[in-house]
C-alpha cells in the first residue's frame, strides 16, 4: 500500500522489481 502511494504521488509507473529503489528517492525527494 505505501509503495503504491508513493508511486501515485511521485506519478511514475515502475516496474515491481523496482519499486523499492524508487520509493527509496522519492522519499528522499520530498523531505
Given at each position: 500500500m505505501i509503495k503504491a502511494v508513493w508511486l501515485n504521488r511521485s506519478g511514475r509507473e515502475v516496474p515491481e522489481g523496482v519499486n523499492s529503489v524508487?520509493?527509496?528517492?522519492?522519499?528522499?525527494m520530498f523531505l
Open positions: 524508487s520509493v527509496l528517492t522519492d522519499i528522499f
